[in-house]
């Protein structure tokens, strides 16, 4: 089973601690380590998962197994609108237009949706695991064009080897759907290392 790189584990659970969401939807759960960390960290009522194949770590109240492109199909139409949906290391593995549905329609399942992703577009081939494929890459300000940005951060990826400098930068973005009202002024970006809010 593929997983993803840690550098964004101290982000997500600091999203999650804080915005203490009584549902969560884990979309690429992986191994399950962030269902693990939103229940010990956020305490949700419900963490569910939707991936191509069972999460490792059996810490989910319901599994949708398919394809995340076809979440609506997946997903049943009485499921409650979550609080948080986590897109972690999941949407360069898509298409960008394919990518942009499945955020669309996960906004609209979703009161906030949490994306973490590299910077750009960085290559990754995995024989024999056509999930596993990088198809796109992604900058931070591209999602304000379609959805409310919340907020978000920029942090490495990776360090040299050498002189530790960081490299492969990599963002976290918090947004929900543009239609939604929500508290306080307009959306917001931030520098590298920092975050702010709306």
């Known amino acids: 089973m593929a997983t993803s790189e840690h550098w964004q584990i101290p982000w997500?659970?600091?999203?999650?601690?804080?915005?203490?969401?009584?549902?969560?939807?884990?979309?690429?759960?992986?191994?399950?380590?962030?269902?693990?960390?939103?229940?010990?960290?956020?305490?949700?009522?419900?963490?569910?998962?939707?991936?191509?194949s069972p999460p490792r770590y059996p810490v989910y109240d319901h599994v949708f197994l398919g394809d995340m492109?076809?979440?609506?199909?997946?997903?049943?139409?009485?499921t409650p609108r979550y609080d948080l949906a986590l897109v972690v290391e999941v949407l360069e593995h898509l298409e960008k237009d394919e990518g942009w549905s499945v955020l669309e329609r996960l906004a609209r399942r979703a009161r906030k949706v949490l994306v973490?992703?590299?910077?750009?577009?960085?290559?990754?081939?995995?024989?024999?695991l056509p999930f596993e494929?990088?198809?796109?890459?992604?900058?931070?300000w591209e999602f304000r064009r379609r959805f409310r940005v919340h907020e978000w951060r920029v942090y490495p990826g990776h360090f040299t080897r050498w002189l530790k400098l960081p490299r492969l930068w990599q963002f976290t973005v918090l947004l929900s759907s543009s239609s939604d009202p929500g508290p306080g002024g307009p959306a917001s970006a931030v520098s590298p290392g920092s975050a702010s809010r709306s």
């Open 133 to 140: 494929i990088h198809r796109s890459g992604w900058y931070p």
């Open 116 to 128: 973490a992703t590299p910077w750009g577009f960085r290559p990754q081939e995995a024989p024999g």
């Open 69 to 78: 492109r076809e979440l609506d199909r997946l997903i049943p139409v009485e």
């Open 12 to 52: 997500v659970v600091e999203l999650m601690a804080r915005e203490r969401p009584e549902s969560v939807l884990d979309v690429g759960a992986g191994w399950g380590k962030f269902g693990v960390l939103a229940r010990e960290y956020a305490s949700p009522q419900r963490v569910d998962a939707l991936d191509v």
